[in-house]
């Protein structure tokens, strides 16, 4: 399968998070790239397709807030990486705020996604390298691989959270929708609801979002991925999400699959994004299910078999030792 | 003039807080009422009014978090007092949740309010103080003050922040309310946005919410506290903000104190709950404004003029050696 990466995604590189009530070292380290992308062969380079198509999905306040916020850090004497420490919780809205502390709250959700020196370049690259795997597709590819890293289905249009800061497959999906290839619908895998690619789309009915994942009543993001979030509006009916309990094996993972594939299929899909996360991984250290490394490529394969040109976006997975393996595995699944 | 105060109140002390992207000393200490206590007398001990005023103006089901989250906390294996790290910031509604973590974020908007061991019998008696100097100015007091700590005016009806877990001054208003005594007016001159106490009345045209504090563009709460926020629904026109710039001197803050208490007036009030900080101080560490020692007994005195039976809660104020000689000469304005 053809895949991309850049080499300028690896200069997103925080310290620290905050999880559990305390500092831990970054969960989403580059290190997980470059696990990936030996195991995958060589990518190509990802082509720049510039600003447009990522203000077609996110707000221009919040793109000017997460170029500068690093600098704005620096320059408010901050040390380490930029972190907000509180959040509008109630009656959020566009405000013209101007301490950096009450942007970095006004654009995020967590304390958990740190904006370092590197991130913009990081999080603008991966973008790239999702749009040039769809931009395959568009010519022609079966399916692509974009080894997206930073990752990007916890971001909305205007805020970042979860290690997400560009919303890389809702970027790919829209520029798809605008590119006449759709009906698009996006198929997310990865073990956590991708909340922010709900979001974006939540209210529309001509982009279909379907999630499967760990039950949010105990997993990250928790506020997001219930079963009666089914989209809103023109978008009443076009979000399906299928929480699955810790645990979760192949079998009943499948059944879950089926259940979405068949539903994207009746929507009358033309083209998906798959937003692939590895960390349903029985060994992912932030993670419960137990999906083994063989499974991946039946996972894989069952999506293939829905026969749709498919751009895959790397999501999650923290397993970095395996990372590759299990990528590579799902990767096998399509290529039957 | 009446003053209480309980023991109980000192068994809330977190350890630490988030702020500005790093741990610091936690401000709201308990050497805050201590010193207070001494520079105002022998403050009477508060009356135990029980839960009914509490869940008056609290959700049930935060009441339950509250009372019960340091101990799930601990029951998950975590180190010292309950911290959030993610934040439900768009489409936040009531969810049933397992996980300590979800919970935290459910029920706060910020990382800078920790739940320690003692934060709930710290904060029920902060409440049953504020009620106790209530009920002296229902019995005929004309003013009493409630050493208050943890302070309130950041709680929401199901959230804490800012130091916040109950908000005082809405269950003094709200029993205030309920006993007749109205029409209620809250007048909250804390350095910071009493966005709490806005929220739990901001629908309401039965209780008016009057605060003079920083410009929230670049001081916390940042999200709540602009001038545009005026009520909605019934409570339209029944809630007053008045953002002052860094800096304020006592001048220009009197200036919009008469705006306030002129409102106030208007409005028809017969009994007000103060909310009342004194980081407005010169020397606070954490805020910006440029009020004197000698300064609060004139805004003491220019509230009194209202004529209006008051309970006075109190909120912030960090400048611990400082803290009770403000508080005095504050409360010395009410009594010529
Ligand atoms: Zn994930
Ligand atoms: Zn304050």
């Known amino acids: 399968m053809i895949s991309f990466f850049d080499e300028r995604q690896l200069r997103h590189a925080p310290l620290r998070e905050l999880h ?3 500092w831990t070292p970054y969960a989403e380290c580059a290190d997980r790239a470059r696990n990936i992308r030996e195991a995958i062969g060589t990518p190509a380079p990802a082509r720049d397709f510039g ?3 990522i203000e077609a999905v996110h707000d ?3 793109l000017a807030f997460l170029k500068g916020a690093h600098a704005a850090w620096r320059a408010a004497l901050r040390e380490d990486d930029a972190i907000a420490y509180t959040w509008p919780v109630v009656r959020r809205r566009k405000l013209s705020l101007d301490r950096i502390d009450a942007r970095l709250g006004q654009y995020s959700f967590d304390a958990s996604t740190p904006i370092a020196e590197g991130t913009w370049d990081g999080a603008y690259w991966s973008a790239q390298t999702a749009l040039t795997a769809l931009d395959a597709v568009l010519a022609g590819a079966r399916t692509a691989f ?11 249009a205007d805020y970042l959270g979860g290690y997400c800061y560009l919303n890389n497959a809702a970027i790919a999906a829209q520029h798809a929708h605008a590119a006449g290839a759709g009906p698009v619908a996006i198929l997310d895998v990865d073990y956590h609801h991708g909340n922010g690619t709900q979001d974006i789309f939540e209210a529309r009915g001509d982009i279909f979002f379907a999630s499967i994942h760990a039950n949010p009543a105990t997993d990250y993001p928790y506020y997001w991925g219930h079963a009666d979030e089914t ?3 023109d978008g009443d009916g076009a979000t399906l999400n299928i929480p699955m309990p810790r645990g979760t094996r192949i079998d009943a993972y499948l059944a879950a699959l089926d259940i979405a594939l068949a539903r994207i299929n009746d929507w009358g899909a033309r083209l998906l994004v798959l937003s692939f996360g590895a960390d349903t991984f029985s060994g992912d250290p932030i993670s419960h299910f137990a999906i083994e490394t ?3 490529a039946t996972i894989g394969a069952r999506i293939a078999a829905l026969g749709l040109p498919t751009a895959i976006i790397m999501e999650g997975g923290y397993a970095v030792g395996d990372l590759g393996g299990n990528v590579a595995r799902f990767l096998s699944g399509f290529q039957d």
Chains 1, 2 share one sequence.
Request: hydrophobic fraction near 30%; aromatic fraction near 8%.
């Open 20 to 22: 559990n009530g305390a």
């Open 51 to 53: 600003m447009a198509p």
């Open 60 to 62: 221009a306040d919040y």
């Open 146 to 156: 974009a080894l997206c890293r930073p990752p990007g289905h916890h971001a909305g």
């Open 231 to 233: 989209g809103s509006g």
């Open 294 to 296: 063989e499974d991946f």
